[in-house]
């Protein structure tokens, strides 16, 4: 999951440009966002930075930021692209950069405080894009711009920056009467409070619940590893003697996947599936309902029917038939592959003597038997190969077999949290890149999930470069007391998709700071990057036993090579009953007067999702679709199509072959956020990607 911030039209007085260079004009003031940062690279002094400072600094940047925009609109001079479009996309430097590490840290490092500020603030940062939206005179100018855009001399990514300028002040309300300015700003400004909310709900939730097991016999099946991971967060939590399961994805799924216990199985899975979902403080069904109206009465507002079509506008898909069309297509392909998962797992039960329907909360324990009776492996068997340090660095050398970079460790720099590390990302030749942070392990103040994020930017300006700071998030399995952090696969997969996020943001060559890039566009870097994880070629490059140091053995591999299909009905069912959740959602044209529970019980039953399945996120959980994902959770899908077909490209021409690599790089990586998406992926490939690669890679043809 990407989730780089992007502040659009902010521009900070107290920092000038020169160059690339910020200037401080404040005089001596202990905000650290009112100073240069002299810290390596330039990244944020994170240890220099209170909870105290980030008000104040919003304030200021805010207000800084309200005389420029005044400046720009009022200019008596003519509009033109430089002293409008473009000084509007050069603006905010400051408001941008107190926003990067305010967003970053409550990712990674929250706590009551700086949720507090970040509930204060984020209707105040609405109102101020609203009000930029709105003012009539910018609006004009840019407007005149953008009718005059046949006669300007722009080159492809000056066309670009003005047609989202200008769809951008449309699509937010710059055309609507005041009465309806006045209501959309008051939606927005809700909306910003609503979403922060229940991300905030469903991390208290994660944090508050945990399975306290304190007989020895009910951790029959689970791996020594796993019982000692369990009995070190006994231990934080003040349970010596006593073994602790958390919703935390590295703690429940070997739960699921090995514990004997089917009681134990179900009460973990079930807390997991009731996150946010009971009648506390915490509880986002109402929450959600209320999200959902205000999305549809903003769309109607923009002359739309439903949300779906209008967020949907900006993207590959453009909208909801089409998104509808791609999800049933796969649909239709891999329900008859769950359900013969199914009744293979149901098989194993009533040979077993099992006198019971196979449930959500066995599908993992049931489907590891299935890999070892049908592939003659056992995740136990993998995970020894796939220590993190290992991972890790063959991630890194596969960067460096496709495009000859590197990544330096760097000590003395300042981190977003202890836990995190940091390198220095170069060019074959040596030139600075930019910064990369890695932050592996769960803690209670960091959101579940994985993803990547920016503290700074790639920008040129007439001066030089403004290189990027880049953050990739996990929630792996920690060391244990005497094993290393050792991933399961789809864990190694996670890492190289973050890295392809990261890798993404760290090549971009864009000229102006903001870049666009459509949801089901981003997510085509990351996802390429999956294939290398699991080539062969590759495998025998990171894969090497912790005790040992060996090598994979070619067998093993082999057994992976044979497994590819292994589980991927559920797999596909999970991830596509939740992208059609997400899309009824936003695709009603009345308000929502169902129950969350009923409405998601409606949806789930209308595409016939079995029972033995759970969609990937349920409603009160789903951050995706409040975290800029919303009516887009199917970019994952729409992104496949498009890496399945670009991977098969680099496999017709050699997966390490250095002219795809490059054409990747020039026409992907750089210019991603400042052309039409479809036009880049045919500059690369050469015409528009099929979905036939993706159904055949899945075992679904």
């Known amino acids: ?385 796939f220590k993190l340090e290992n991972v890790r660095d063959g991630a890194f050398e596969v960067f460096n077999k496709l495009y000859g970079v590197t990544f330096t460790p760097l000590k003395d720099i300042p981190k977003p949290h202890p836990d995190a590390l940091a390198y220095e990302v170069k060019e074959e030749n040596g030139k600075h890149i930019g910064v990369l942070y890695m932050d592996f392990f769960p803690r209670a103040s960091k959101q579940s999930g994985a993803w990547q994020g920016e503290y700074r930017s790639h920008f040129k300006c007439k001066k030089g470069e403004v290189t990027p700071v880049v953050t990739v998030v996990y929630n792996f399995t920690k060391p244990g007391k005497d094993t290393p952090s050792l991933l399961n696969f789809d864990e190694v997969e996670t890492l190289f998709h973050e890295m392809g996020h990261a890798m993404d943001a760290l090549f971009a060559k864009n000229m102006y700071p903001g870049e666009t890039i459509p949801a089901d566009f981003v997510e085509l870097p990351s996802q390429m990057m999956e294939h290398w994880a699991t080539e062969p070629e590759v495998l025998k490059m990171y894969a090497k036993n912790y005790k040992t140091g060996k090598l994979i053995p070619s067998e093993l591999v082999e057994k992976i090579k044979n497994s590819k299909f292994f589980n991927q009905g559920f797999m596909n069912v999970e991830y596509l009953a939740a992208s059609y959740l997400d899309m009824d959602y936003h695709t009603i044209t009345k308000p929502l007067t169902m129950g969350i529970n009923e409405f998601e019980k409606h949806s789930m039953n209308k595409i016939g999702l079995i029972p033995e399945i759970e969609p990937r996120y349920r409603s009160t959980y789903f951050m995706h679709i409040t975290g800029g994902y919303d009516a887009g959770y199917n970019s994952y899908l729409w992104a496949a199509v498009l890496d399945n077909d670009a991977f098969e490209y680099f496999k017709e021409t050699g997966i390490f072959n250095k002219e795809t690599a490059k054409k990747f790089r020039k026409n992907i990586l750089e210019k991603s956020g400042t052309e039409d998406p479809a036009k880049l992926y045919r500059d690369f490939r050469g015409r528009d990607a099929v979905v036939e690669p993706l159904l055949k890679n899945r075992g679904l043809k």
């Not at 007085?13 to 940062?37: A, D, L, Q, S």
């Not at 300028?165 to 009465?179: D, K």
């Not at 209320?290 to 909208?319: C, H, P, S």
């Not at 329907?357 to 068997?381: G, H, P, T, V």
Request: glycine residues 4%; aromatic residues 10%; proline residues 4%.
């Open 1 to 385: 999951m990407n989730k780089t911030i992007l502040l659009i039209f902010a521009l900070a007085i107290t920092f000038t440009i020169t160059g690339c260079k910020e200037t401080n004009k404040v005089g001596k003031m202990k905000n650290p966002f009112f100073t240069e940062w002299n810290t390596p690279f330039g990244v944020p002094p994170f240890d220099k930075i209170k909870t105290s400072d980030y008000k104040p600094a919003f304030e200021k940047a805010l207000a800084e930021h309200k005389k420029e925009i005044d400046s720009i609109a009022e200019n008596p001079e003519p509009p033109t692209f430089e002293n409008t479009v473009e000084a509007l996309a050069y603006s905010g430097r400051l408001l941008d950069k107190v926003n990067a590490v305010f967003e970053g840290q409550l990712g990674v490092n929250s706590n009551d405080e700086i949720q507090k500020v970040s509930l204060e603030i984020s209707p105040k940062l609405s109102k101020h894009q609203d009000e930029i939206i709105m003012n009539e005179k910018l609006f004009k100018r840019v407007e005149k711009v953008y009718k005059n855009r046949d006669k300007l001399n722009l080159n492809p990514e000056q066309k670009y920056l003005l047609k989202n300028t200008y769809e951008n002040f449309v699509r937010n309300g710059a055309n609507l009467n005041e009465n309806d300015k006045k209501r959309l700003q008051e939606i927005n400004g809700k909306l910003s409070v609503l979403t922060l909310k229940f991300d905030q709900n469903v991390l208290k939730e994660t944090n508050n619940y945990k399975l306290v097991i304190d007989k020895k016999e009910d951790l029959e099946g689970l791996p020594q590893n796993v019982i000692d991971e369990a009995a070190k967060t006994a231990e934080e939590n003040g349970l010596k003697g006593k073994w602790v399961f958390t919703t935390q994805k590295p703690s429940m799924i070997p739960f699921l996947q090995f514990d004997k216990n089917r009681d134990l199985r179900k009460e973990l899975y079930t807390a997991y599936l009731t996150r946010a979902n009971h009648d506390n403080e915490y509880d986002n069904k109402k929450i959600l309902t209320e999200i959902v109206n205000l999305r549809l009465e903003k769309a109607k507002l923009l002359g739309f029917d439903e949300y779906a079509d209008y967020r949907l506008q900006t993207r590959m898909a453009k909208n909801a038939k089409n998104v509808y069309g791609l999800l049933d297509k796969v649909w239709d392909a891999a329900l008859p592959v769950a359900k013969r998962e199914r009744d293979e797992m149901q098989k194993i039960i009533n040979e077993e003597g099992g006198n019971f329907k196979l449930a959500s909360w066995d599908w993992w324990y049931y489907a590891e038997k299935i890999r070892k009776q049908k592939y003659d492996l056992k995740e136990s068997e993998l995970k020894p190969y």
